[in-house]
């Protein structure tokens, strides 16, 4: 069974960071991607960024692009979303997800999900 386990959230102001990590475990990873996801209260789940366990492919939404960056550590099968610049509107719960195959934006598309990890970013 996959689990997938999300921490470092917490309390920011705003232009501050963040480092969450996702740590996975059930299966060997490789040919699976795994995707970021975010909910604020009263709005939908939104994308925020993805990619392979490679690494080889990345995506983020356009409003993270240039502020978070995904990597990876395959020995632990951990992947961190470094978030900088964080704004008040960044303030969700984060929630990780794992597909088989490439990326994707598409909450659906997604098998797995972690139980989430709260980011507030005050002003």
């Known amino acids: 069974q996959v689990q997938l386990v999300e921490s470092g959230g917490g309390l920011v102001q705003t232009g501050g960071s963040l480092r969450l990590s996702c740590a996975a475990s059930?299966?060997?990873?490789?040919?699976?991607?795994l995707g970021w996801f975010r909910k604020a209260p009263g709005k939908d789940q939104d994308f925020v960024a993805a990619?392979?366990?490679?690494?080889?492919?990345?995506y983020y939404s356009d409003s993270v692009k240039g502020r978070f960056t995904l990597s990876r550590d395959n020995a632990k099968s951990t992947v961190y979303l470094q978030m900088n610049s964080l704004r008040p509107e960044d303030t969700a719960v984060y929630y990780c997800?794992?597909?088989?195959?490439?990326?994707?934006?598409?909450?659906?598309?997604?098998?797995?999900w972690g139980l989430g990890t709260q980011v507030t970013v005050s002003s």
């Open positions: 997800a794992d597909k088989y195959g490439g990326g994707s934006s598409n909450r659906y598309a997604y098998s797995y």
């Open positions: 059930g299966r060997t990873f490789t040919n699976y991607a």
């Open positions: 990619m392979t366990w490679s690494g080889d492919v990345t």
